[in-house]
């Protein structure tokens, strides 16, 4: 089984519609993160967070919202999606602590999104 | 100004051969890391590898080394013994500590390896 998984893996959706982008990992790490990576453009950084009580804002976090419902899931939300949110969009994790400088990310496989 | 260089929009590597992908950076915080990502023409975001700023050896992970010249501000990629699989576009990034999570990307290299 893939470490971290994505739902749904491809979705259309319509201006206006909310829709949950969902994610969960076996890894057991503490930190997950959703980016937004448009055409030829690396990766923006939507939210983060370093355990269930803990979840922060990214560069790019408007129109966004998140819920790490458990360690192993953290689910991006667009409240009212508009097509300028159309983009391939990650989940990842990081096995990093704040005493240990080695890292190592596992990225889902995406979700394309195109909001009409 | 650009944190995250990379000048080689495109490069080609016959198999077997060594390839080194380039990056340069910029940043004035003391503590940072580099990062090294791999996205196929399938779309996935494969991470390869990570280097601390503070790390006094080059990273490695199988065939990949990072060529980590601090004075320089570069962190180049290194693939040895290249294969097929291996093409794909790169993405040199930069988190710096002092700041939130957010990473600063380049705008990649896509490389082609020939059989």
């Known amino acids: 089984d893939a470490d971290v998984t994505q739902t749904p893996r491809n979705r259309i959706t319509k201006t206006g519609k909310r829709i949950m982008l969902e994610c969960s990992q076996t890894?057991?790490?503490?930190?997950m993160y959703w980016y937004r990576q448009d055409p030829g453009l690396g990766l923006r950084l939507i939210y983060y967070?370093?355990?269930?009580?803990?979840?922060n804002k990214g560069e790019i976090s408007d129109g966004y919202s998140v819920s790490r419902q458990a360690q192993a899931k953290f689910s991006l939300s667009l409240e009212s999606a508009i097509p300028n949110q159309t983009a391939l969009y990650f989940c990842?994790?990081?096995?990093?602590?704040?005493?240990?400088?080695?890292?190592?990310?596992?990225f889902g496989p995406g979700t394309r999104l195109l909001v009409l | 100004a650009q944190k995250i260089t990379q000048t080689q929009p495109g490069m080609f590597v016959q198999e077997k051969e060594a390839v080194t992908l380039d990056c340069t950076y910029d940043?004035?915080?003391?503590?940072?890391?580099l990062f090294w990502y791999k996205q196929p023409s399938s779309g996935e975001m494969i991470f390869l590898i990570y280097?601390?700023?503070?790390?006094?050896q080059n990273a490695t992970e199988g065939r990949y080394s990072l060529n980590f010249q601090k004075a320089r501000k570069s962190a180049n990629l290194v693939i040895s013994a290249s294969q097929l699989g291996d093409s794909a576009m790169y993405f040199c990034?930069?988190?710096?500590?002092?700041?939130?999570?957010?990473?600063?990307f380049g705008k990649g290299t896509k490389l082609t390896v020939n059989p």
């Open positions: 280097q601390g700023s503070y790390d006094q």
């Open positions: 890894k057991g790490h503490d930190r």
């Open positions: 940043t004035s915080d003391p503590s940072y890391g």
């Open positions: 990842a994790t990081s096995d990093r602590t704040y005493s240990d400088s080695q890292e190592t990310q596992y």
């Open positions: 967070s370093f355990d269930v009580k803990d979840i």
């Open positions: 990034a930069m988190r710096e500590e002092g700041g939130s999570e957010k990473l600063v």
